[in-house]
């Protein structure tokens, strides 16, 4: 039976690193006489330690692009923020079987005619108690609609955010965050440590506390050196 190139190649090193595991689905029924069109690829894994670690070294080998630990990323800024920077094209499909954080996040970076396929344990909650259950019986143009405008001000934070985290790098690799003025120095390293927070919620965290537009103020300067920064290296090149 002919598999898939990437299909084959993922299972060519599952056998490389001794990985015990079970193929299951259309390719198991194909295999026994029962052709059956599928687009997926389905195995069983043996649950042990020794066995997680061969997946674990067959799956480094085989690849993938980016890799997100959920657990590092308990709100929707965050998660947000975390798959802009690992899909910045955004997203055309997603298998989501849990709903929270990360289908949250994973909406609002859906490209236009991108697909969701829901199963497990959020396809049975699919009711009008729930979002999931709202959107789904919602016509798609409606769909759009309330997803766009619940993630508008979402989508602007991260962009503001990575920006300037991005300012920020950049100062910090040629100049040092430590010689910019003592406000600029604290309002950078809480972006840093605090890259899914708003302007508001930096400012709540500074000593003392500074408004939205103190904080908004302060990047803006950032902002300033960065492109001074970037305007003299290229003046040099």
Same mark, same amino acid.
């Given at each position: 039976m002919d598999l898939d190139r990437d299909f084959n190649e993922f299972v060519q090193y599952f056998i490389a690193h001794e990985?015990?595991?079970l193929v299951v689905g259309g390719y198991a029924l194909a295999a026994h006489g029962?052709?059956?069109t599928t687009g997926d690829f389905d195995a069983w894994i043996w649950l042990s330690n020794s066995n997680a670690a061969h997946v674990l070294a067959a799956l480094e080998e085989f690849g993938f692009d980016a890799c997100i630990d959920h657990r590092?990323?308990?709100d929707i800024r965050s998660m947000s923020i975390a798959l802009k920077e690992? =899909?910045? !094209? *955004?997203?055309?499909g997603l298998f989501e079987n849990v709903g929270g954080v990360g289908l949250d996040a994973a909406l609002a970076r859906m490209n236009a005619f991108g697909r969701v396929a829901l199963c497990g344990l959020i396809a049975g909650k699919m009711t009008k108690s729930n979002t999931i259950g709202v959107v789904a019986a919602m016509p798609i143009p409606e769909v759009n609609r309330l997803v766009n405008a619940e993630n508008a001000n979402l989508a602007k934070i991260v962009d503001a955010s990575l *920006?300037?985290?991005r300012d920020i790098q950049l100062i910090d690799d040629v100049m040092g965050i430590r010689r910019l003025p003592? =406000?600029?120095a604290a309002a950078a390293r809480l972006r840093l440590e605090n890259p899914e927070a708003s302007l508001s919620e930096l400012g709540t965290m500074l000593s003392p506390p500074v408004s939205k537009s103190g904080? !908004?103020?302060?990047?803006r300067r950032i902002a300033r050196i960065a492109d001074d920064i970037r305007l003299t290296c290229r003046?040099?090149?």
């Open positions: 990985v015990r595991f029962l052709p059956r590092e990323h308990k690992s =899909a910045p !094209n *955004g997203i055309d *920006g300037q985290i003592p =406000a600029l904080v !908004n103020h302060r990047m003046r040099e090149r």
